[in-house]
């Protein structure tokens, strides 16, 4: 499973995170973190976000697969076809990511995202999310990947921040 969260606090400095589990429990190693490029500082959108780095992350993924498995050069993170990719967000995050994605789903990966809110689960093509209960283990290993990849980016996000805060013209 990769998942994937934007972090940004007032659009500055926005983020993104993609953490991997494999048999349920994290693939720290695998773990990556994204400066977003595409945006203007100061104007804050996800949607936009969260396309830039899956289109990233695809494009990775392609260009790995050109390499040699003895390549000192191949990253096995972004060589790896993930089985499930989660997307922290309701709805609009996962319209913005699924374009990004055309290429992992042709070659059969699952897209879906994960809301906060009542922890509402959307699929692609389905207007209605699909409600999973609270006890049960699979909304529980979405919600431990979603709030790693969470924090993962947070931490990110708030070293970025506190860097530029310390910052000065004079540096």
Not at 14 to 20: C, F, G, P
Not at 114 to 126: C, H, M, N, S, T
Not at 136 to 164: C, M, N, S, W, Y
Request: proline share 5%; hydrophobic share 40%.
């Amino acid at each position: 499973i990769e998942c994937y969260d934007i972090s940004n606090l007032m659009g500055t400095h926005t983020v993104a995170s993609m953490v991997v589990f494999e048999g349920g429990v994290p693939k720290k190693s695998d773990y990556r973190r994204f400066t977003i490029r595409g945006l203007t500082e100061g104007v804050p959108d996800d949607f936009a976000a969260m396309n830039e780095v899956l289109s990233r992350r695809f494009n990775q993924w392609e260009q790995q697969q050109e390499l040699s498995p003895h390549d000192p050069e191949r990253n096995p993170s972004f060589a790896a076809l993930p089985n499930l990719i989660v997307i922290d967000g309701g709805k609009g995050q996962l319209a913005a990511g699924l374009a990004a994605l055309d290429g992992f789903r042709e070659r059969g990966v699952a897209v879906i995202s994960l809301a906060k809110r009542i922890e509402e689960v959307f699929v692609p093509g389905q207007s209605t999310p699909i409600l999973i209960g609270h006890d049960e283990p699979a909304l529980q290993l979405l919600q431990r990947v979603r709030d790693e990849a969470h924090r993962f980016a947070i931490t990110h996000h708030r070293g970025r921040r506190d860097k530029a805060m310390t910052g000065s013209v004079l540096d």
